[in-house]
T-cell receptor, first 108, second 114 residues
């Protein structure tokens, strides 16, 4: 069964803290995406990973294919990072399967 | 570029009514899809299309129809609305089929069925 698990469900951090959000999946994948859903509801794509590590500004995403696990890190967190972060996994074919999301609140 | 647009933003229906959620993209993307988002659950795929004239079912297709007569448009039809279809609906598009491509999402439609 194609399962995607995210942790934690909710996360509160002080501004400036280093944040890690985790995503685990059940079987081999073709690609993994990290998405950000803004408080207003809009969804944007942050990263696509099939191996290794990617960095964009203060965001870093890593994937370990053998352990079936990916992490999204935010360095020097800021209140504007407050959002829901969603892991989306492709198991081959054209369909994505999504985690339930991690709701992040960064307090000034 | 407007990206992916959806109309309406909000809709209230009575049980048994039908309606069409509109989705359009101006990026000449081949792949388009419809998702629903419910509290405590991840986004779930309803239907998708890999090009004009080609559609297929996703994870939760029952109660919904789609068609793709042009590259730009991918409407979602609710044939006879039920309270279980109360949800937020997102349309998305990507350059081509396959899960390596970045998905671009519309702003969503919040649907309530009474």
């Amino acid at each position: 069964k194609n399962e995607v698990e995210q942790s934690p469900q909710n996360l509160t951090a002080q501004e400036g803290e280093f944040i890690t959000i985790n995503c685990s999946y059940s079987v081999g994948i073709s690609a993994l995406h990290w998405l950000q859903q803004h408080p207003g509801g809009g969804i944007v794509s942050l990263f696509m990973l099939s191996s290794g590590k990617k960095k964009h500004g203060r965001l870093i995403a890593t994937i370990n294919i053998q352990e079936k696990h990916s992490s999204l890190h935010i360095t020097a967190s800021h209140p504007r990072d407050s959002a829901v972060y969603i892991c989306a996994v492709g198991f081959g074919g054209n369909q994505f399967y999504f985690g339930t999301g991690t709701s992040l609140t960064v307090i000034p | 570029n407007a990206g992916v647009t959806q109309t309406p933003k909000f809709q209230v229906l009575k049980t048994g009514q039908s309606m069409t959620l509109q989705c359009a993209q101006d990026m000449n993307h081949e792949y388009m899809s419809w998702y629903r988002q419910d509290p405590g659950m991840g986004l779930r795929l309803i239907h998708y299309s890999v090009g004009a004239g080609i559609t297929d079912q996703g994870e939760v297709p029952n109660g919904y129809n789609v068609s793709r007569s042009t590259t730009e448009d991918f409407p979602l039809r609710l044939l006879s609305a039920a309270p279980s279809q109360t949800s937020v609906y997102f349309c998305a598009s990507s350059y081509s089929a396959g899960t390596y491509n970045e998905q671009f999402f519309g702003p969503g439609t919040r649907l309530t069925v009474l």
